[in-house]
C-alpha cells in the first residue's frame, strides 16, 4: 500500500478534495491523507457540498498541521502533493521515509467571492481538475515509484491542461 499527502497552505479545500478523491479511487492501492503548513482548523464547508455533489463522503475530514506527519509516530509517506503554489513554494519539514514531492498547482476556489452558485461552480471545477489529475496518477501504476523517471512523470501531471471538456 502507497501513503500519499496533498499539502495546500490552509488545509480546508483543495488537499481536502484531493485526499477524498484518493481515498474514493485508489481502493486498497493507496492510503490518502491531507495537511496543511497553515491550517485553517475547519474544513471550507463549500469543500464538502462538493463532495456531497460528486458522491463522495463527507465525514472523518480535518483542518490539520503538517507538523503531524513530520513526527515518529505518523506514517511512512510516498509521495507528497503540493496542490497550491503558496505550500510549493515553502519550506517543508524533513517527511519520514523522503516521500518523492510534486506539485500539481490547482487556482483556490475558496477565494472565489459569490453567491452559492458560484462558489458551487468553483469548487466543482477545482474538483474537476484535481479529479482528471488524480486518473492519469492511478494510470501511470506503481511502477512510478521506483521508475528514473518517476518523479518527473508525476510532476508531468501537474502540467496537464485541463480546461473542461464543452460537455462538462
Known sequence: MRRVMFVCTANSA???LAEAILRHRGGRRFEAYSSGSSPRGT????ALLCLARHGLPTTGYRSKS???FASEKAPVLDLVVTVCDSAAGESCPVWLGHPMTVHWGIPDPASVDGDEAVRAAAFDLAFLRLSKRISAFLDEGDDVFDAPDGRDRLNAIGKLDLQPEPSE
Request: aromatic share 10%; no cysteine; hydrophobic share 30%.
Open 66 to 68: 503538517w507538523d503531524e
Open 43 to 46: 474544513v471550507n464547508p463549500d
Open 14 to 16: 483543495r488537499s481536502v
